[in-house]
């Protein structure tokens, strides 16, 4: 089974026209909305190591070493806001598309500083911690709508968000 898990309904919508009948869920923004709605899956479905979550939405990228509108498959996430000695990054051994790889950090308030990141996120951490202890395959694609420290009225949310779209519909119809 393959879960396609969005952070607000913005961004599923996109995808939801293409593919009405993928299993999406719309989790709510933040790693405490994700790791609840996680939860409330396998509780539901009981989620098991055959079964795929696919973190899907938007991010800010640092820098220009990824370009706004492109989609991406994050391989790591660092919770960089938690004190050195408490953060724990998560990697991925194996990538589940053919996307560009990157690494991301989840934050709680935007712009923070990139440290060894490529984006930004507010959920990727969550998905990987849960998949982690409950042994399911977690997958995380982004779609680059602005630069960190950007100002929201220049973010090109609705390019992502089509751009995107298109490239889950490639991975549902890939299985």
């Known amino acids: ?32 909305a994700t790791a609840a709605t996680i939860a409330r899956l396998d509780r539901e479905c009981g989620l ?5 979550v696919l973190l899907c939405g938007i991010a800010g990228a640092y820098g220009d070493s990824v370009a ?7 391989v790591s ?31 709680h308030a935007m712009a923070t500083e990139p440290a060894t990141a490529d984006i930004e996120n507010m959920e990727g951490a969550t998905l990987f ?3 982690e202890v409950m042994c399911f395959r977690a997958v995380e694609v982004r779609a680059i709508s602005n630069r960190v420290r950007e100002s929201f009225n220049v973010w090109r949310v609705d390019e992502a968000l089509e751009s995107l779209a298109k490239e889950l519909k490639k991975i549902e119809y890939a299985e």
């Open 129 to 131: 911690a849960m998949a």
């Open 1 to 32: 089974m393959n879960v396609y898990l969005f952070p607000t309904e913005l961004e599923a919508a996109p995808f939801r026209a293409l593919c009405p009948d993928a299993n999406i869920v719309v989790s709510g923004v933040g790693m405490a």
């Open 68 to 74: 706004v509108g492109q989609v991406v498959e994050v």
């Open 77 to 107: 996430e660092d919770c960089v806001e938690l004190p050195a000695r408490f953060r724990v990054r998560y990697e991925q051994d194996t990538p589940y598309t053919t996307l560009p790889r990157v690494t991301s950090n989840t934050v």
């Open 48 to 52: 098991s190591a055959d079964d795929v």
